[in-house]
């Protein structure tokens, strides 16, 4: 994949310095790293939200859900928060409304 970005003539001209830096294979090592990491969090930011990951709360909440209905959570609410938030939506009310019995609990 390839994607052509613009940056300001600036960050242009430190990026051509940097070029250079890096044919020091330490140096290179150590960029590519740091690279990586900002790149990686930076993407996952900008993503859309649906395809995001689930967060920590929604998934903990799907996963209680899907134990006291008996059901596996699906791949793809495990996957994105898209689905995520329509299989919330589609069992979450069904657990609140049903009776304690039916919810797991011991009476």
């Known amino acids: 994949m390839s994607l052509e970005l613009y940056v300001s003539d600036r960050l242009e001209e430190a990026l051509t310095i940097q070029y250079e830096r890096i044919k020091d294979r330490n140096v290179r090592d ?14 996952a930011e900008s993503i859309d939200w649906d395809i995001k990951q689930p967060t920590d709360a929604q998934l903990s909440y799907a996963t209680l859900i899907a134990k006291q209905m008996g059901i596996p959570l699906p791949v793809e609410a495990r996957k994105y928060r898209f689905h995520t938030a329509m299989f919330l939506e589609t069992y979450a009310s069904r657990i609140r409304e049903a009776p304690d019995t039916e919810k797991g609990s011991a009476a």
């Not at 150590?30 to 993407?43: A, I």
């Open 30 to 43: 150590t960029f590519v790293r740091k690279l990586e990491k900002q790149l990686d969090r930076l993407l």
